[in-house]
């Protein structure tokens, strides 16, 4: 995925799909297959895990906090 189009559509499609999830562990599914189809490789055991090493790459919340 390189084209900037596509990230959006991912994206777009990442979020309509959380409208079907029931519970948490659904959501951390969908997540790990949206990293994947970023090329983006990482092991994650839990949701607090993978807040970890997020913010290890630079990453945090959409409202700026860490």
């Known amino acids: 995925m390189t084209h900037k189009e596509d990230y959006k559509k991912l994206l777009l499609s990442f979020i309509w799909t959380l409208t079907l999830a029931d519970h948490m562990g659904d959501v951390l599914d969908d997540i ?3 990293l994947g ?3 983006i490789n990482i ?3 839990d949701a607090d895990d993978l807040r970890t090493k997020l913010t ?3 990453i ?3 409202y700026g906090d860490d």
Request: charged fraction near 25%.
């Open 56 to 58: 290890e790459m630079g």
């Open 37 to 39: 189809r970023l090329g």
């Open 32 to 34: 790990d297959s949206v």
């Open 60 to 62: 945090g919340s959409l």
């Open 43 to 45: 092991q994650w055991d």
